[in-house]
């Protein structure tokens, strides 16, 4: 890892931390609000210690794509937690009758880029 790429991931998990310290839940609720913020502080910790020991560039800069999508749609939506995507099992066409392989490779393609680790964690 470069020295520009730790700063930039170190800043990042310094911004979550710093956000979590001002984090208000939309509901107004104080235990909402607790629960919110102990939410976003297991997320960063696991997901900073499951890709702490990545080498690959590329890799790296998903990740860190991903966490900058992450915080951006938790503030605009005030809440925390991913937003799901909804497609119905069969919801893609297939491509010259290949089936349900063709469904899984399209579904995972169409995955936005603030849900890549989610399903790994959860």
């Known amino acids: 890892m470069t020295t520009a790429t730790r700063q930039e991931v170190l800043g990042l998990y310094r911004r979550i931390f710093r956000l979590t310290r001002k984090w208000q839940a939309a509901s107004g609720q104080m235990e909402d609000t607790i629960k919110e913020k102990q939410y976003i502080i297991h997320e960063a910790r696991t ?26 749609i938790g503030l605009h939506y ?21 089936g349900l392989q063709s469904q899984e ?18």
């Open 78 to 98: 005030q809440i925390p937690y991913p937003r799901p995507i909804h497609l119905p099992p069969m919801g893609l066409t297939p491509l010259r009758g290949r």
């Open 47 to 72: 997901l900073f210690q499951k890709n702490k020991n990545l080498t690959d560039p590329d890799l790296i800069k998903q990740c860190i794509d991903e966490c900058t999508a992450r915080i951006e």
């Open 105 to 122: 490779k399209l579904r995972k393609l169409s995955k936005p880029v603030y849900l890549k680790s989610h399903d790994e964690i959860s």
